[in-house]
Structure formats: C-alpha cells, structure tokens
C-alpha cells in the first residue's frame, strides 16, 4: 500500500474506483477523453506515458478489455497507486506500470515496440512560472527537464511503424505540438474540446501515426458543456459510458 495520503474517487459514472492524493494533482475529465480517442483493438499493446495514479489506462482498459497496457511515470508514490488502482479495478492481469523517466526510459522500454501511445504532457512550459506550492501538482502541471519536443520524441520513438501516438493538450500550445509531430509522423488529426457558448476551444486532442504521411485533419470536435453548465449528452457518452471519439 501507499503510504500517501489518498481519496477513492470514481470514473465514468462509477464504474471505475480511482485512488489518488488527497493534496496534489487531481484527475479531471482529460484522462478519460484522451482514452476515448485510442483506437485501441483486441490483443494490441498500449503505452500511457505519464501515467499518473493510471486513471487514463483504466478507462481504456475498461472501454477495450482486451488490450494490454503499459504506463510509465516519474514519480515513485503515482506508480504505487497506479499498481492500487489496477488491481482495485480488477485488471492487474492486463495493466502494468513502472517508474521511468522519458529522458532515461528503463531497459525493458525497447522502442517500436506498442501498437498505441497515449501522453497528457504537463501543461505548461517550465519559462512560464505557473507553478504550485504542491510538489506533485508541479511535476504533472508544469514541464520539468524534459520538454514537450522530448515528450513527442520520446512517444513516437516508442510506437511501433503504422501506430498511433495520441496526445491532450492545451489548445494554445497547439502550434508547439503540430510543430513536434510533423517532424516525426503523420495522419495528423486534431479534435478540439469547446466548453461551450462562444468560447474558444481550451484543449486539443491530436492524433498521429509513425510512418504514414497523409495529411493533417482538422475535426469538428466536441462541445462540452450546455448553456446551462450541464455536460452535453456527447460529452456524456464519454464521460460516463466510455464511448470511444471518432477521430
């Protein structure tokens, strides 16, 4: 067990038992978004990078229960929790996390090697200041020594030839990512999150495939959230039956 200080929490309308720090970094709603645009399929291997407590991975797992993944994370008390939660979720068999920076990956992350990678990079540049009394709230919110060019290097290295490397991001980080992707792979498709009314868009979802080299689609995306403030019945879909995105 951890000896972190933990809330069980759930995902996806219950269906998914979710401990995570009591103080610290907090899972919202982009985890269970950036599963839902894996297409991952029956006995394919996926790569969460940047695990965290494993919330992503889960809701994949759950989505598509005959898929084996994968996650690596650099903090020691996430990966611990992570390993809770797959076997609090009863998937320990198919889920397994590790300790490993993306700089200094460990051995056994032999490149090429997973049919799908799936990241939520920190979101905010380490030039930017935007940080936390919290150390853990710092490291998966603000960019340490690896950049967001080491985070795209690093996924697209680890998909195999023809998989997909998936991302959630800040949408005004967009140019930075697209910048990135297009250097190392194709098929480049970038579904927007919109909260709704006539704000802009405040995340992205974009998609690529190592070794293919058709363009770069712009989808429509989703909207999120009702005038009111309710979530959409689309954003529903996801958020608590784990309906898959069609990018």
Not at 39 to 60: Q, Y
Request: aromatic share 4%; net charge neutral; hydrophobic share 45%.
């Amino acid at each position: 067990m951890s000896d972190l200080a933990t809330t069980e929490d759930r995902l996806m309308g219950g269906r998914i038992a979710l401990l995570q720090p009591a103080d610290g970094y907090r899972v919202a709603i982009d985890p269970i978004f950036l599963a839902a645009a894996v297409p991952a399929a029956p006995g394919e291997l996926v790569l969460d990078v940047g695990a965290g407590v494993g919330a992503a991975a889960l809701c994949l797992a759950w989505r598509e229960p005959n898929c084996l993944i994968r996650g690596i994370e650099i903090q020691h008390s996430l990966v611990r929790l992570a390993c809770e939660n797959a076997a609090l979720n009863g998937a320990a068999a198919r889920l397994e996390f590790m300790v490993g920076d993306i700089l200094r990956p460990p051995p056994r992350m032999a490149p090429g090697t997973f049919h799908h990678v799936m990241a939520n990079p920190p979101y905010h540049a380490a030039e930017t200041g935007m940080r936390s009394e919290n150390p853990g709230r710092n490291q998966a919110n603000v960019e340490g020594e690896a950049a967001l060019a080491d985070w795209v290097r690093f996924c697209v290295n680890m998909a195999r030839s023809k998989g997909s490397v998936t991302f959630i991001h800040r949408a005004d980080r967009l140019d930075s990512l697209l910048a990135e992707l297009r250097q190392r792979a194709g098929d480049i498709a970038v579904y927007p999150l919109w909260p709704g009314g006539s704000r802009p868009a405040s995340r992205v979802i974009v998609r690529a495939r190592k070794d293919v080299a058709t363009p770069t689609k712009l989808s429509a995306g989703m909207v999120l959230h009702e005038l009111d403030g309710r979530y959409t019945a689309a954003a529903e879909a996801v958020l608590r039956d784990g309906a898959a995105l069609a990018l």
